[in-house]
């Protein structure tokens, strides 16, 4: 069994900028695809980006040129770079390795 920790949410202003991280327990992390998801109160968990395990890489609309995900497979940790962050990006975040999932951290961003 697999182990996500993130890492990194917290109280932001609108405009400023957060990184998220999640540390895998598993020495196979590089083989995994990777991603990151988020859930708003009241609605479904949606995609936000995710790498595949071929490297190709997509992002939600909505965070396209302000979001980055990468991956350190020295440290068996993938990070989400979240700058201009807007109100409409709370959400708690969750990372994902293959079908496993970390256990989300809260993201508030104040207008």
């Known amino acids: 069994q697999v182990q996500l920790v993130e890492s990194g949410g917290g109280l932001v202003q609108a405009g400023g900028s957060l990184r998220l991280s999640c540390a895998a327990s598993?020495?196979?992390?590089?083989?995994?695809?990777i991603g990151w998801y988020r859930q708003a109160p009241g609605k479904q968990r949606e995609l936000v980006a995710r790498?595949?395990?071929?490297?190709?890489?997509i992002y939600a609309e909505s965070v396209k040129g302000r979001f980055t995900i990468s991956r350190d497979n020295a440290k068996n940790t993938h990070y989400l770079q979240m700058n201009s962050l807007k109100p409409e990006d709370t959400a708690v975040y969750y990372c994902?390795?293959?079908?496993?999932w970390g256990q989300g951290t809260q993201v508030t961003v104040s207008s």
């Open positions: 598993t020495s196979s992390f590089s083989t995994y695809a």
């Open positions: 790498i595949s395990s071929g490297g190709f890489t």
């Open positions: 994902a390795l293959g079908s496993f």
